[in-house]
């Protein structure tokens, strides 16, 4: 079958999609194709080597890293929660699958090189089990376009101004940036605006269905976000308020609602007993959650929040206005929604409302290092549906002024998030730190400490720059061809969403189907259970843990599983720094992988401790003197 073939087969196959999946695929394709393909954050390293862990070891330990936290049998665990882990485990599996295959820890252009702090003895990047976990939030990114469009066809009798809603938040809100990393925020965003749509039922029929699948939804979020708790609350709340509208001239009014209650309350309810069981795993206790750090503690200190609701609202480095714009069409025409969607309006707003107080309550309430407001996602998300009214103007064309206004902001949107994208965001944070303007929140007000200045300037000065496209074209395999893969089906998807915009309003009222919004929910929670079966804590004495995680290092490297020996060495040194065994062992590995001077760094670090470790000695002496090449590689 030629190109021209497979093509025509996937156009076709396109074409009998609904909308929503049409979207998920085409959002997600593209969020993965301008996505960095790599990264160097902590907080998504902690949350790939936790799925890893459970993978390699069925232990949730982690290499020492900044943010993690001390605890049983002396290791350390991530801080966040389980939720993205274990949603991710089939994904990282897939990923270390292929650097096994692949036998590197480099790898190739989709994957580009380690990237990091050099005294560190583990650097990410490099590994496609890095960039296979990834393609988590480019789903995630793609399913709250397609959720979006679905909730817009609940409420406005008008699809084509639900699918413009939804394709103006997957290219101009942070549903765009978010989805090319690794963090928690989206799929919290995703499980609340799911569990808006399953409430909103409108068939009594459905009701018992919508509830567990609604319920399961917000279980979901508060395992990704555990500040997710009190949008789940309202939204729960919401849920019982439009079952009793249809259910309350029914004779069995009051056991149909005890029932729904039940059911709705079984997702939240294994949320909060599956993170007390991750807490009994890290921390030898279900009501310890890690943040024991004064920053990281929530106060009730009024001046502290009127501070944080203006940031988040009018500030030039976290307004919400500004790194979402079409949120701006909510505020012109919120009074619209109301008068419509009464009950839909009041939950939505109380939702994001309970969120941001939330947030605003945390002393790190900005974010520290991050572009734009990362933590109201979620906000962003459960408001963007009132934004219908002015795309049911501009699609319908009601309104020249109405029409330029909404394609005003969704550009704006769209350019604010091409620069999030382009760039190293963590890159720029640390000039931010080093400058001295990320301390106590106060960069928040300063507009030339704005991400967006930051990153502008990299961009336009051709630094820094993230998307590993630009790696596949520059040196073309493996990776090029994935590229032209992707650029493929956002192509077709483009073309057969422009398509549907073009179609009769009634043809894309009739796609819908409650498939999609339960695929999703299932592909969320399966993984989610099976992870916690997998899952045992680490009951050994540190120094039989790492006598066995170095012997284990050893076989995964004769067997030429380089990341998984990778992980068992770094793990040895986060008990033991000093073990000069490991270190030696990681630079053979770097030296293999072809990263000379991370080989070096290490041996040096060696030789430091015991300046008679031969092998060291001869491979430093071997690669300063060739700094190429492998043949006189002393192992162990």
Known sequence: MNAVEAKTRLYRMLRRWPPQAVLLVTFASF????????YFAVDEAMEQETAQALILRRTIDIPVMPDARFGRGQTFYTVKGPGLPLVSL??????????DAIGSMNGGQLAGPPIGVAEHPLRWGGRLAISASLIVNALVGGAIVAVLFMVGTQLSPKPRAALLMAIAAGLATLVMSEATHFYQHALDALMVILAFWFFSVKDPGELSSSAIFGGLSLGVAILARPDAVPAAV?????????????VRTLDDRWSRMIRRAGLATVGPLGAVAGSMYFNYLRFGSVI????TEDRARFVLDAGQIAKA????????????????PPL????????RAYRRWPLETVALLSAATAHLLMIASNKTWGGDLSYGPRYMLEAIVLLMPLTLPAFEMAADFASRRAAIAVAAVVFLGFVVQLIGVAVYVTVNEWDRTAAGIVANNTWVFVPSASPIVYDLRELVAGRNLSPWAIRALSIPDAALFLLIILVVIVWLGSRRIFQYLRAPEAQL???????????IVSAAVLPILLGFAMARPVIEAPGIHAYKLLNAGLAEQRAGHAVAAEESYALVLSLFPSNEFARYDLGVLNQEAGRTNEAMALYAGVLRQDPNFTPAKQNMEYL??????FTNLHRR
């Open 328 to 335: 701006i069409l909510a505020l012109a025409l919120g009074r």
């Open 509 to 519: 009222a009739n796609r819908s189907s409650r498939a999609l919004p339960i695929a």
């Open 234 to 246: 309202v939204l729960w709340l919401y849920g019982a308020a439009v079952a009793w509208k249809l």
């Open 31 to 38: 969020y993965f194709a301008i996505g960095p393909g790599n």
């Open 288 to 291: 310890q959650f890690g943040y």
């Open 90 to 99: 089939p994904f990282v599996y897939l990923g270390l699958k292929l650097d």
């Open 624 to 629: 300063m003197q060739t700094r190429s090449g």
């Open 309 to 324: 609701i203006g940031g988040y609202l009018v500030s030039p480095a976290l307004s919400i206005f500004v790194f979402a």
